[in-house]
């Protein structure tokens, strides 16, 4: 009987790196659909409902970043972008605009297979010390359910995508203690300290999350920076404590 595999769908505009891709990914299990351009990628998300998407910046008719926002408009899946060497510009843009995480061309299809592995297991359902047995907090109008990784501002539903809901679930598990960037880079995209990766992956992931949480982004009562270090969730205080 043929076992439920994670679908990723991939796209570049380069024919070799769309093989090498799908064969070396369908040997390690996943099932892999493939789009040679930005049009084609929109049309086969559609089809595929795949459950990562690795998408490659520069291709024909729409690019990575027009995918990406195009894709954020409707579904929270999980983004891996193929940046050029060396464009930093590429990187942060590719974040901003709702990437989850990113690998730079020319780039080891090891690496690549292990950035799609951690950032799966990620937005897995996976419990943290310090939430509730409920897995529900309510700080002010904001509440976490971290059961259905939902979170609501109000009666309002905000939409997380996977790797943001999993950064605020770590940032809540230890409310009012400070995490360095190496640390969130470890904990949450799996990064390990010896490996150099620019930070600025959690200082963008950090500003789309004040933009979608905090009633002024620009100075945020919720996500705090701790200067020198990084970042902290406000404190929550257990019910009948004073602040």
Known sequence: METNKERILVVDDEASIRRILETRLSMIGYEVVTAADGEEAIATFHESNPDLVVLDVMMPKLDGYG?????????????????????????????????????????????????????????????????????????????????????????????????EFSLLELLVSRSGEPFSRSEILQEVWGYTPERHVDTRVVDVHISRLRAKLEEDPSNPE???????TGYLFQRILEPGEEP
Request: proline letters at 5%; glycine letters at 8%.
């Open 67 to 163: 995918v990406c926002q195009e894709l954020r408009k409707e579904s929270d899946i999980p983004i891996i972008m193929l940046t050029a060497l060396g464009d930093v510009a590429d990187r942060i843009t590719g974040l901003e605009l709702g990437a989850d995480d990113y690998v730079v061309k020319p780039f080891s299809p090891k690496e690549l297979e292990a950035r799609i592995r951690s950032v799966l297991r990620r937005v897995d359902k996976n419990g943290m010390p310090g939430i509730p047995s409920s897995g529900v907090l309510q700080i002010a109008t904001i509440r976490i359910d971290t059961n259905k990784r939902q979170v609501y501002k109000g009666d309002e539903r905000i939409r997380l995508t996977g790797m």
């Open 222 to 228: 919720l996500i705090l920076t701790a200067r020198g």
